[in-house]
């Protein structure tokens, strides 16, 4: 354990440095900045009962204008943060010296851990950004949180969740908020172990990984379009209504065991040799 947190850290070490981790949190960062400049365009010099609460303008929620266009980028955000370092590895011979010093199952446990913990910090700390944006900007005391709140549909999809959920938005509404952001980020640092399996496949050309995040965005786009199911709404607030939840259960479970099982195959196969 002590050799894989060792090598956990100098890859983690080397993603901070990589262009396209970078990348990926100046897109996510970009649209946080963008959202906040398009609502103060929207809101600015408004009454306070004329606007929504300052915890309901927020990026990571569906009910967001610019949400359909960021949820396009989101899988392409699981893939910048170390998701085609194998290839890169590959590329350069540097994952034959690294196994050198230690086994591939080592290897490719700190390459999924970083890959994961890489994604999260690209779509949580924009998150975070977004959050202090709105709270030192907007006030917390707009329509759907004081008098309309239980007549709006942004209020109506928070009780769906149920009654705790409730009293936590009513309560503490950037815990909520916060909560929510956390759980989506989860979420793509799941999917970011799928990327990453599925890049140790690859022996080269990095353009297949953005073909198949590319590919993972047209998917659930025409899922939307014609089942009208938000798969990202169980993670985020979300414009619909009494969502099952089971599809994106599935797809994330999907994600986690396709995931594990390539790379215990990986490992198994150089055991093989």
């Known amino acids: 354990m002590k050799r894989i947190l060792k090598l956990f850290q100098n890859q983690m070490y080397l993603a901070l440095r990589q262009s396209s981790f970078w990348i990926g949190m100046l897109i996510?960062?970009?649209?946080?900045?963008?959202?906040?400049?398009?609502?103060c365009n929207r809101y600015w010099g408004y009454d306070s009962g004329a606007t929504l609460a300052a915890s309901e303008l927020f990026?990571?929620?569906?009910?967001?204008?610019?949400?359909?266009?960021?949820?396009?980028?989101?899988?392409?955000?699981?893939?910048?943060?170390?998701?085609?370092?194998?290839?890169?590895?590959?590329?350069?011979?540097?994952?034959?010296?690294?196994?050198s010093r230690m086994n591939k199952r080592e290897y490719y446990i700190s390459g999924a851990l970083c890959s994961m913990v890489g994604t999260f910090?690209?779509?949580?700390?924009?998150?975070?950004?977004?959050?202090?944006?709105?709270?030192?900007?907007?006030e917390e005391t707009g329509v759907t949180y004081e008098g309309a709140k239980y007549s709006s549909s942004y209020w109506r999809n928070v009780s769906d969740h149920g009654s705790h959920f409730q009293m936590l938005h009513t309560e503490h509404p950037?815990?909520?908020?916060?909560?929510?952001?956390?759980?989506?980020?989860?979420?793509c640092?799941?999917?970011?172990?799928?990327?990453?399996?599925?890049?140790?496949?690859?022996?080269?050309?990095?353009l297949w990984m953005l073909l198949l995040a590319a590919a993972m965005s047209?998917?659930?786009k025409r899922f939307y379009d014609h089942t009208g199911y938000e798969i990202y709404g169980d993670i985020v607030v979300s414009r619909a209504s009494r969502q099952s939840g089971i599809p994106t259960v599935?797809?994330?479970?999907?994600?986690?065991?396709?995931?594990?099982?390539?790379?215990?195959?990986?490992?198994?196969?150089?055991?093989?040799?």
């Open 28 to 39: 996510a960062g970009g649209y946080a900045v963008i959202a906040f400049l398009n609502d």
């Open 59 to 99: 990026l990571y929620s569906t009910n967001h204008p610019l949400w359909d266009a960021f949820s396009l980028v989101i899988p392409f955000l699981c893939v910048f943060a170390f998701g085609m370092q194998p290839i890169e590895d590959r590329e350069s011979h540097i994952d034959y010296c690294t196994v």
């Open 121 to 138: 910090l690209i779509t949580e700390v924009p998150a975070l950004l977004c959050m202090a944006l709105y709270g030192f900007t907007f």
């Open 174 to 187: 950037w815990l909520y908020v916060l909560l929510s952001s956390v759980l989506f980020s989860t979420g």
């Open 189 to 206: 640092a799941v999917a970011a172990l799928f990327f990453y399996a599925c890049a140790t496949l690859i022996k080269k050309e990095k």
């Open 218 to 220: 047209f998917a659930i």
């Open 250 to 273: 599935i797809l994330g479970c999907f994600f986690l065991i396709t995931g594990v099982v390539i790379l215990r195959l990986k490992c198994r196969e150089t055991d093989d040799e």
